[in-house]
């Protein structure tokens, strides 16, 4: 006879009540769960969309995500010569923010050379960038629609968006767009107007807008990445990061505080959880106490009392978690940045969840193994 | 108290109970020494805090005695300490128990709170349910098996704790003022109900109570106060003259 099942049924609407609440701080882990996984997931997705095999960037620099990065445009044209290398391409990298209908609009701008490594990799509408100038190809996640104009630049050249790409944003959530080199250099090293008169009043030639942050090299399949990345470092003005080098960089430096903050979050939350449902199924075991008495007297023993707590405290994690995890799936479109939930975290997730059950129901389980018998008679009065 | 011819279900012998030590000390049980015999319904009086409560704990195996014998059903269960390490089995297989409130467990149905007990002892759960079903039938409340202790009357609930404590067939049923919120005709049923309990099963029936009224269902009285066995009454259920 399963006595859980049976104080579950009798007291379903607490139950469920109880589980509701349960269910929403459930939720809550998984969440910032799901905003861990994004947070890596669009971290490497950056690095990962350019479909590099070697970073070239400038020397003593971890650039270009890590930190800044500057070398000359011609960069691409002597990386390109180099004994391995199949293709190159000049990028760029900003971030802007424009305002359009009254709204901010974040971007992260990667500057690319059409036709070379560096562009967009799968458009889920639209077509690539085809002119040289003022075309962008931009993450769905921005709000933008094919063919609506976007103003960028302290020249306010409009972009107009022709095509559309999924789940490209950075780590810190900014849709991801792509437009030509050219026109990227420019946004990004173009003096305003007014700066430009006064630079030129001062006598400055001003500095040639012909400046990457990067370039991304792809080699030949039978030559090794190490060995190409080790010819390009010996040039004094340059340094080579492997892919895996660089995703490293993403994952675990360029994150690493919102890493931590997150992962101290979840800490928190999982401390918290666990002392509510230990509180709960303490409360659940203080209202039982007559029928633990009761149980004892005719003579159950003891793992019948303990199974009794331990699967409520059990039925209550499983019911919370999954109700949790589908308000999570429920409102995860709605959610501002992208929840990212491999199988394996809402695994641990779920084994955590369980291991808090088992560890909170201690507390219940101590209460009930210290009932005396005979309660059951000194309740009846 | 008289002899039956039988050996007795419950033997007390020279049994004393004491709370704390030095000053504090309080003596709840002073050399008590009873037998019931089966069949037979005895009742335990006295004021409050004569100690009869004590006694039956004691007798239940839920309260360790501080000197003297226990022997329930032939088996000697206590002698200056306790001689069997599974009390809980013992109490299980041996001892029915009554509350003076039903005590029965508010998410269980009627047969539920009689089966478990069958269940606890490792009955299979069809048999147990039968089991259960032909207590309830027996004790006149079978249409109410499916109903839960809320839904039950006062009277069908004390009915459906008696079944539970009947459930293991024991030898020994103990009551803990078992008439105490019934009113005097249903106080009356309840312990003619446990007078034909002890004449079918062969049960030794210990009674506390303080009820006047119901004096003469019982076939052995035993008074206390002050923890000591004051006197021992033959009623009218068995001779009415006292010994």
């Keep these: 006879m399963n006595l859980a099942y049976r104080d579950i049924k009798y007291n379903l609407l607490r139950f469920v009540l109880t589980n509701f609440g349960l269910s929403l701080l459930l939720g809550i882990v998984i969440m910032i769960t799901g905003v861990y996984g994004g947070l890596i997931d669009d971290a490497l997705r950056q690095a990962r969309a350019a479909n590099a095999d070697l970073w070239v960037v400038e020397a003593g620099t971890n650039g270009p995500f890590a930190e800044s990065s500057r070398i000359p445009g011609d960069t691409r044209e002597l990386v390109s010569r180099v004994y391995g290398i199949e293709r190159a391409g000049a990028v760029t990298y900003q971030s802007v923010q424009a305002e359009l209908n009254g709204r901010p609009l974040r971007l992260f701008l990667v500057g690319f050379e059409p036709g070379r490594p560096g562009g967009p990799s799968k458009l889920i509408a639209g077509r690539e960038i085809l002119r040289s100038h003022y075309e962008m190809v931009v993450d769905r996640s921005a709000g933008l629609k094919l063919g609506q104009e976007v103003p960028l630049g302290t020249r306010g050249h409009k972009f107009t968006v022709v095509g559309l790409m999924r789940e ?55 030559v090794r990445v190490d060995e190409v990345a080790a010819a390009l470092s010996r040039w004094k003005h340059l340094n080579a990061l492997t892919q895996a080098q660089q995703e490293t960089l993403l994952s675990k430096y360029v994150i690493e505080r919102a890493r931590r903050q997150q992962g101290l979050i979840m800490v928190l939350l999982v401390v918290v959880s666990a002392v509510i449902i230990a509180l709960i199924v303490y409360t659940l075991t203080m209202d039982k106490v007559r029928s633990i008495a009761t149980l004892k007297f005719v003579g159950a023993p003891d793992r019948t009392i303990v199974g009794l707590i331990v699967q409520q405290a059990l039925s209550m994690g499983i019911f919370g978690y999954f109700a949790g995890l589908a308000l999570v799936l429920v409102f995860k479109p709605y959610f501002p940045r992208r929840l990212v939930l491999d199988p394996e975290s809402v695994g641990i997730v ?13 507390l219940g389980i101590r209460l009930a193994l210290k009932v005396d018998p005979a309660e059951a008679l000194a309740s009846s009065g | 108290m008289a002899a039956t011819g039988k050996e007795p279900v419950v033997r007390v012998e020279h049994l004393s109970k004491h709370f704390g030590e030095g000053a504090a000390r309080v003596d709840a049980l002073r050399d008590i020494n009873m037998e019931v015999f089966p069949g037979q319904v005895v009742g335990l009086m006295g004021p409050s805090g004569s100690g009869k409560t004590t006694l039956l704990h004691c007798i239940a195996c839920i309260l360790e005695p501080s000197r003297g014998r226990v022997t329930l059903d032939g088996d000697t269960v206590y002698e200056d300490r306790w001689l069997k390490s599974d009390l809980r089995r013992l109490r299980l297989d041996k001892i029915g128990f009554i509350f003076q409130y039903p005590n029965l467990l508010p998410f269980l149905n009627g047969a539920d709170n009689v089966a478990l007990v069958l269940d606890l002892a490792g009955l299979n759960a069809k048999a147990a349910q039968k089991r259960a079903v032909e207590l309830l039938d027996y004790l006149e409340v079978g249409h109410r098996k499916h109903a839960m202790p809320r839904q039950l009357s006062g009277g069908e609930a004390q009915r459906v704790a008696i079944a539970r404590a009947l459930a293991n067939r024991p030898r020994i049923i103990l009551a803990d003022e078992p008439t105490a919120p019934l009113d005097s005709a249903r106080a009356r049923i309840v312990m003619d109900l446990l007078r034909r309990i002890a004449a079918d099963q062969d049960a030794a029936v210990i009674v506390v109570t303080h009820d006047e009224m119901i004096l003469d269902r019982f076939d052995h009285i035993f008074r206390l106060r002050d923890g000591r066995l004051e006197i021992e009454n033959v009623t009218a259920a068995t001779s009415a003259a006292p010994v």
Excluded: M, W
């Design chain 1, 168 to 222: 490209e944003v950075t780590s810190s959530g900014d849709p991801v767009a792509y437009i030509t080199l050219r026109d990227a250099q420019k946004l990004q090293f173009e003096l305003a107007p007014p700066a430009a008169r006064r630079e030129k009043a001062r006598g400055g030639a001003g500095e040639t807008n012909d400046q990457i942050n990067a370039v991304i090299a792809k080699v030949s399949p039978h």
């Design chain 1, 350 to 362: 779920f084994f955590i969840t369980i291991g808090i059950c088992l560890a909170a129901s201690t």
